[in-house]
Each structure stands twice: as C-alpha cells, then as structure tokens.
C-alpha cells in the first residue's frame, strides 16, 4: 500500500538565509525580548507595554508553531497515519488560538480598571522599551519577508510579527503622549487596542482551524467552479461526490466520481482531469473515480444509512 508523504521544496528568503534559519532566528529574538518587555512593563507600570509582551507572546507561540509544522511536515507516513502527521499543527493552531482569546480577555479586564484608576507610568523607561521591542519586530519581519508569499506557515509567522511591530508603535504613541502631557489615560487605551488585536487574529486562527478539522472547502476554492471546469472535459457526463478539503496549511485534498460516456479514453480523460485540478486550483492530491455512464450511483450521506 502506498502511503502518502509530502514534503515542502525550498523557499528561499533573504539572500543567504533559509526558512527554517529565518524562523529560527525570529523565534529567538521575540522569546527573548519578550521577557524583557513583560519585565519592563512591570517596573515601569505599563499595561501596553504587558499587552505587547502579551502579543509577543503569541508571536513567539506562531514562530514555535511554523518551526514545529517544519519539522513535522518531513516525517514519513505510517500504515496507521497514512496521511501522516500534519494534523498536529492544525491543533496546535487550535490550542493557540483559544489560549490567546483567553489572554486577550485577561488585557481587557485589567485595561477596563486602569481607565478607571490610570496609575502613574514610568513614560521614559516605558519608551525606550517599545522602541527597542519594534527594533526586534522589524528585524525579525526582514528576514521573514522574502517567504512569505510562497509559504503560509512563514506567512502567518510574518503577519504576527508586523502586527506586534504595530503594537509597538501603539505602545511608543502612548509614552510620547504620557510624557508630553502626563495624560495617563493613553496607557489602557493603547492597552485595548492591543488586546483588540489579538483577539482578532486569535479568532481567525480558531475559525481556520476549525474549518480545516472539519474538512471544509478551503475558503479560496469555489467548488462550483471546479465542478464546471471538469464536467467541461470530454466525454465527461458528470460529476458527483465532489469533495475538497485541507490537510495542513497550504496543502490541499480531492475526491470525485466521474461518470464518462466514452470507456476506451479512460487514461486520457483521468489525466486531463488531474491537470485541471493540479494547474488551475492549486491541489496538489486528487483522487478521481471514473465509473461509466450505464452504472448507477448515489453519494453516501451517513445521516441516513440503513443496516439490513
């Protein structure tokens, strides 16, 4: 039995870097500093500056994870896992993103009793921090650049980073207007933006993850549209249980049955199909059966099987 196994080509980045070494060096730099920021957030009284070290640690967490899903995608399929083990980094997105809904509520909180009793924040220390933490962000977005429209796993590390190095802008915006002013206020505000952030990438990496679990359609792919393009082939009659779906990031699945009118073009017709799916919509595995046009066929809805 032939099992499945993939395994990503190269990406190249930055001249003389690679994916993984990028990731690598990204994931160092955000764990570091943000033990640093959460430190200096505490002397200084700084809730923005806890909130970015809060939305570094999803970063940080989004790096370990595309670092994981690298060593991970590799690993050769079993008889048991036959689809090997790519699975895994969709539900460690999943644990992610619920964990960080749960953060972002925790900022939220905390920011609503600051707008009410604003402590007093060292501003000074307070920006020098955030101006070292977006230092760290643009570094580290550099060397992710270069990947990040040939692979979504360095796409969603990249997209972290740039929105923590807007956090940290957020957070500068709100010590310049603090020491200008000694308006205090700026702090939780700045805080709730953050928090709004974080929330809003939590939710889409839960509803992702969960569409994937599901074996929902990926959201790029109009099944419809690729209904037609292949009942367009010829000699083609139909097409009936029609079902794509996503096994990791970036890596997507097909199923079909094709009813044909012609038998003795069988090589030629399954061939034509393949490369309408693998040029045209980007799906890499595809599984067609081709079944004549004389046989009868349902597709199966478990909901309503009988046992006789």
């Given at each position: 039995?032939a099992?499945l196994?993939?395994?990503?080509?190269?990406?190249?980045?930055?001249?003389?870097?690679?994916?993984?070494?990028?990731?690598?060096?990204?994931?160092?730099?955000?764990?570091?500093?943000?033990?640093?920021?959460?430190?200096?957030?505490?002397?200084?009284?700084s809730?923005?500056?806890?909130?970015?070290?809060?939305?570094m640690?999803?970063?940080?967490a989004?790096?370990?994870?595309s670092l994981?899903?690298?060593?991970?995608?590799?690993?050769?399929?079993?008889?048991?896992?036959?689809?090997?083990?790519?699975?895994?980094?969709i539900?460690?997105?999943?644990?992610?993103?619920?964990?960080?809904?749960?953060?972002s509520?925790?900022?939220?909180?905390?920011s609503?009793?600051?707008?009410?009793?604003?402590?007093?924040?060292?501003?000074?220390?307070?920006?020098?921090?955030?101006?070292?933490?977006?230092?760290?962000?643009?570094i580290?977005?550099?060397?992710?650049?270069?990947?990040?429209f040939?692979?979504?796993?360095?796409?969603?590390?990249?997209?972290?980073?740039?929105?923590?190095?807007?956090s940290s802008?957020?957070?500068?915006?709100?010590?310049?207007i603090?020491?200008?002013?000694?308006?205090?206020?700026?702090?939780?505000?700045a805080?709730?933006?953050v928090?709004?952030?974080?929330?809003?990438?939590?939710?889409?990496?839960v509803?992702?993850?969960?569409?994937?679990?599901?074996?929902?359609?990926?959201?790029?792919?109009?099944?419809?549209?690729?209904?037609?393009?292949?009942?367009?082939?010829?000699?083609?009659?139909?097409?009936?249980?029609?079902?794509?779906?996503?096994?990791?990031?970036?890596?997507?699945?097909?199923?079909?049955?094709?009813?044909?009118?012609?038998?003795?073009?069988?090589?030629?017709?399954?061939?034509?199909?393949?490369?309408?799916?693998?040029?045209?919509?980007?799906?890499?595995?595809?599984?067609?059966?081709?079944?004549?046009k004389?046989?009868?066929?349902?597709?199966?809805?478990?909901?309503?099987?009988?046992?006789?």
């Open positions: 039995m099992l196994h993939i395994c990503p080509g190269p990406v190249y980045l930055n001249k003389g870097s690679s994916p993984l070494s990028a990731l690598r060096l990204a994931f160092l730099l955000t764990s570091i500093f943000l033990v640093i920021e959460f430190v200096g957030g505490l002397y200084t009284h809730l923005a500056l806890i909130a970015d070290a809060g939305h640690l999803v970063d940080s989004a790096l370990g994870l994981f899903a690298f060593w991970f995608s590799c690993r050769p399929a079993t008889a048991t896992k036959t689809y090997g083990f790519y699975r895994v980094e539900l460690a997105a999943l644990f992610n993103g619920v964990i960080l809904i749960i953060v509520f925790g900022i939220f909180y905390e609503y009793h600051r707008l009410m009793h604003p402590p007093e924040i060292e501003s000074g220390w307070m920006l020098i921090i955030a101006a070292l933490g977006l230092v760290i962000n643009l580290s977005a550099y060397f992710l650049h270069g990947a990040q040939s692979n979504l796993n360095v796409r969603g590390a990249f997209l972290h980073v740039a929105s923590d190095a807007l802008v957020g957070a500068i915006i709100a010590g310049v603090m020491a200008s002013t000694g308006w205090y206020l700026a702090d939780p505000l805080s709730l933006l928090a709004t952030l974080i929330s809003y990438n939590a939710w889409r990496l509803r992702d993850s969960v569409n994937v679990l599901l074996e929902g359609t990926p959201v790029h792919i109009n099944l419809d549209a690729v209904h037609d393009e292949l009942v367009r082939v010829k000699d083609v009659d139909s097409i009936h249980d029609l079902h794509i779906w996503t096994l990791t990031s970036g890596f997507y699945a097909m199923s079909c049955h094709a009813v044909v009118a012609n038998t003795g073009r069988r090589h030629q017709i399954l061939e034509e199909l393949r490369t309408i799916i693998r040029d045209q919509f980007r799906i890499d595995h595809s599984t067609i059966q081709l079944e004549e004389t046989l009868q066929h349902h597709e199966i809805n478990p909901c309503h099987s009988t046992i006789q």
